[in-house]
């Protein structure tokens, strides 16, 4: 009977000792399992979440990158997703990005929003800053020249030395542009010299240097130079503004996902109050917008023969 009860228990505890082992490895691969599918899905909503916005280079990238750190901050956390903002070198490379979809959104002037358009880019306009001086979506562009110059008007430019921020600007190029063509005026034939620094930024500071005689610019820009003690009204002043020009729009491709969009809309719409704009205006928030806003602008590319079609 002792023998009997010892093989009873021997049997029982390896037959325990078998189940808690398969219990045991399928705990084992369970988690591991579980650790995977985590480790899958964090990664997944990573990728997921994190929006790429280009930004249209304006000011040196250090005051540009000051200026974005807020509104990154603000809206990493009013979206819930991680932010990515990337400085393009140029006007053309935030361009390329949005062609080549290696953003989601991309914060350009109206000329660049129908250069993408033009390339392919299935994109959309999305809100734009409100100016703090006019109180709406719009801004002037401008040509500025020193205090004591003798140019008074736009036919004293010929034969002078004119800085233009970039054939992709609007208040930079191609509002000027108009106004000199209005008066028979052409830059390659009339102006001594014609430069392209690349930003708002450096075509001012090329004033200042005395490097140009003129350049074209915006009145918010013109303004912020200001503010830095740079160009001022002791030193400059303004002989041409342009009729108003509907503000930088913040593009966003089609192909987010519309609850997203939605997301977005409510985001900058609700942006604190005080907060600057990534560009450089002086911003009183934001306003949606839409492609019939900046009809104005591609009638008159058409008109100056600077769409694709006429560059051809």
Not at 64 to 71: A, F, G, H, S, V
Not at 125 to 139: C, E, H
Not at 243 to 270: D, G, T, Y
């Amino acid at each position: 009977m002792h023998l009997l009860l010892q093989k009873i228990h021997k049997k029982t505890f390896l037959s325990l000792a078998v189940i808690l082992a398969v219990f045991t490895l399928c705990c084992t691969v369970s988690e591991s399992n579980r650790a995977t599918s985590e480790q899958e899905s964090l990664d997944s909503k990573d990728n997921k979440q994190k929006l790429k916005i280009g930004v249209l280079p304006t000011q040196s990238h250090t005051e540009q990158q000051r200026m974005i750190k807020p509104l990154d901050e603000y809206l990493e956390k009013a979206l819930g997703r991680q932010v990515s903002f990337q400085i393009a070198k140029d006007y053309k490379e935030v361009v390329d990005w949005l062609v080549e979809e290696k953003v989601d959104m991309a914060y350009v002037g109206a000329v660049s929003y129908f250069e993408a358009l033009e390339r392919g880019a299935e994109v959309e306009p999305l809100v734009a800053p409100i100016d703090k001086y006019t109180g709406r979506p719009w801004y002037r562009a401008a040509i500025i020249v020193n205090k004591n110059s003798p140019i008074k008007t736009l036919q004293d430019l010929k034969g002078k030395r004119v800085a233009f921020v970039s054939k992709s600007s609007t208040s930079g190029y191609l509002m000027p542009l108009a106004a000199l063509t209005k008066q028979g005026i052409k830059p390659e034939y009339d102006f001594t010299q014609v430069i392209f620094p690349g930003t708002h930024a450096k075509t001012e500071a090329m004033l200042e240097d005395g490097l140009v005689d003129a350049v074209a610019t915006n009145i918010p820009s013109y303004i912020k130079r200001q503010k830095i003690g740079k160009l001022a009204p002791a030193n400059s002043r303004v002989i041409w503004e342009s009729a108003p020009v509907p503000h930088s729009p913040m593009l966003v491709s089609k192909k987010l996902p519309p609850e997203l969009i939605k997301e977005l809309k409510r985001a900058f719409l609700n942006t604190p109050a005080g907060m600057e704009d990534i560009v450089g205006t002086q911003a009183a928030g934001y306003t949606l917008v839409v492609a019939s806003d900046y009809a104005p602008i591609e009638q008159l590319r058409i008109q100056l023969n600077l769409n694709s079609q006429g560059a051809k």
